[in-house]
């Protein structure tokens, strides 16, 4: 049963226009999110960070949305450049634990 | 400074042969985990080192699969008997946070494992 879902396994969005990257989680024991960024042949690299008792956190061009009642979080990139072009997990953690649990990640590519 | 490291970066053997993964997490990082990552699939938990903690292996997929972490530093997994199934990018990851959980967890380039 995945507890992270990413719906979407690709989006296409044109540079300068905004990526919008959704994901689902059913635990509501979870109290944290991630976001990872992930080129080929490379490891997750950290992006942003929310916390449950928060609803938006924004870092530059990266803005995290959290819906605790709908158990849903998004990622806004805004501009979208081409350098954005990877693969993005979510992944939540629940207090106490270690663990991330991620989704399955959806490949963004933003076109020139 | 060094990132976390993971060797070798490619493996490739035959159903049935042991195998040994190998990762060097970021100097001072008191926590290790591995990830595995198959085909169209999410990074999946396998297993965790605190400290000198007992490690929390409660995502490893069979005894098959064991982990080891020596002197706090560098780790290694082992697969025993690979099968098919096995076949994945295998992703080690380190952390400076000694507790609570909800940490930023370095990653290294994997090892992605195939076996025939």
């Known amino acids: 049963d995945q507890q992270v879902k990413q719906n979407s396994p690709s989006l296409s969005v044109q540079e300068g226009r905004i990526s919008i990257l959704n994901c689902d989680y059913t635990?509501?024991?979870?109290?944290?999110f991630l976001w990872y960024k992930k080129y080929p042949a490379e490891g997750p690299t950290f992006l942003i960070s929310?916390?449950?008792?928060?609803d938006k956190n924004e870092d530059g061009r990266f803005t995290v949305f959290l819906n605790k009642s709908a158990k849903h979080l998004s990622l806004h990139i805004v501009p979208s450049q081409p350098g954005d072009s990877a693969v993005y997990f979510c992944a939540a953690i629940q207090g106490g634990s270690e663990k991330l649990v991620f989704g399955k990640g959806t490949k963004l590519t933003v076109n020139p | 400074g060094a990132g976390v490291s993971q060797s070798p970066s490619n493996k490739v053997t035959e159903k049935g042969k042991d195998v040994e993964l190998r990762c060097d997490p970021i100097?001072?990082?008191?926590?290790l985990y591995w990830y595995r990552q198959s085909l169209g699939q999410g990074l999946e938990f396998l297993i965790y080192?605190?400290?000198?903690?007992?490690?929390?292996k409660s995502g490893l997929p069979s005894d098959r699969f064991s982990a080891e972490r020596t002197g706090g530093s560098v780790s290694t997994l082992t697969i025993q008997r690979t099968q098919q199934e096995d076949s994945a990018v295998y992703l080690c990851a380190s952390s400076s946070r000694t507790s609570g959980g909800a940490g930023e967890q370095f990653f290294g380039p994997g090892t992605r494992l195939t076996v025939l």
């Open positions: 929310i916390s449950s008792i928060k």
């Open positions: 080192f605190q400290g000198n903690s007992a490690p929390d």
């Open positions: 100097s001072g990082h008191t926590a």
């Open positions: 635990n509501s024991m979870f109290d944290y």
